[in-house]
């Protein structure tokens, strides 16, 4: 593919899902929601990316109610999905989620204790955290966590490092009720993560894109592939819509990170440039190609 701009392509194309909330059974979320085919929804949509990512990362509540079966439909819609694209799966642990089941289905494992793990991406070290709290909806990293964590980080890794993790650590403004769900501590991960390579935190739990900074590094929250939080709700503390569905696209450079959200449901198209103009610019010298989408005359602006 033809560079056209002033950067060479990504290194790194991370897709970013969060919150699927699969129910077993397929029972409907609150009797309307169908979280199964709204995930099936996402999967189509992120087919069409272009270049196809590298890993997809779910970041928490996987399962509503942690249930066995649950597991299993998220587990054969999402691997064969990601096998046919060459893509690593990053499963995370979210406060919906429970660990028995979790590891049991995702991970064939019997081991129920905090669900933490490492995916090397092609040099690109992505760690999946677990912030769950048993039997409670907040979050938090133990001791015991965060030694495994500092560990791991101690050695850098090619092409640095991404966290993954259900809580996420920044300000929820916009969702004030989400400040008493928080993920606890927030200074004792910063200390761990601080002067090593982690370039950006991936997170979920708050049904919105947002973003932030954490330590020094960048911090985005994918919104929900269920249902999603009002930010701006009439009368209400907490509103959930049936709307409003979006994954993140994150592409890794040398020295920066990219995000760009990704509405699950298409709009209304208004406008377009055929495929065909993409697929004719491979035969185009670049000043070429570069005069014809700048000019304010050329065949392609009118």
Not at 161 to 166: E, F, K
Not at 225 to 250: I, K
């Amino acid at each position: 593919m033809k560079q056209l701009g002033q950067y060479a392509a990504p290194r790194h194309v991370v897709a970013h899902l969060s919150d699927p909330h699969l129910i077993g059974g397929g029972a409907l979320h609150y009797g309307v929601i169908d979280n199964v085919a709204h995930l099936r929804l996402a999967l189509d949509r992120l087919a069409a990316v272009r270049p196809a990512p590298h890993a997809l990362v779910f970041t928490g509540d996987l399962a509503d109610r942690g249930e066995p079966d649950a597991y299993e439909t998220l587990r054969s819609i999402v691997e064969p999905f990601a096998a046919d694209m060459g893509a690593v799966v990053v499963w995370t642990m979210g406060n919906h989620d429970e660990r028995e089941p979790f590891a049991r289905g995702l991970f064939d494992s019997d081991d129920a204790g905090p669900q933490d793990r490492v995916h090397e991406v092609d040099g690109l070290r992505i760690v999946a955290l677990d912030t769950s709290v048993p039997g409670h909806h907040h979050g938090e990293l133990t001791p015991a966590q965060l030694a495994w964590l500092a560990d791991v980080l101690a050695t850098p890794a090619e092409h640095g490092t991404l966290l993954a993790m259900h809580h996420p650590p920044l300000p929820i403004p916009m969702l004030r009720a989400a400040e008493l769900i928080e993920l606890h501590d927030q200074q004792a991960l910063a200390d761990v993560i601080a002067g090593t390579d982690v370039r950006g935190i991936l997170a979920g739990h708050l049904h919105l894109s947002t973003w932030s900074t954490f330590a020094g590094v960048p911090v985005s929250v994918a919104s929900a592939s269920c249902y999603t939080s009002d930010p701006a709700p009439v009368d209400r503390f907490v509103s959930g819509v049936d709307a409003n569905r979006a994954f993140t696209m994150v592409h890794t450079y040398d020295d920066r990170l990219v995000h760009t959200l990704v509405p699950i449901e298409r709009g209304v198209e208004v406008s377009h440039v055929g495929s065909d103009v993409a697929e004719a610019l491979e035969g185009v010298p670049l000043e070429q190609a570069r005069e014809l989408a700048s000019s304010k005359t050329s065949q392609f602006n009118n």
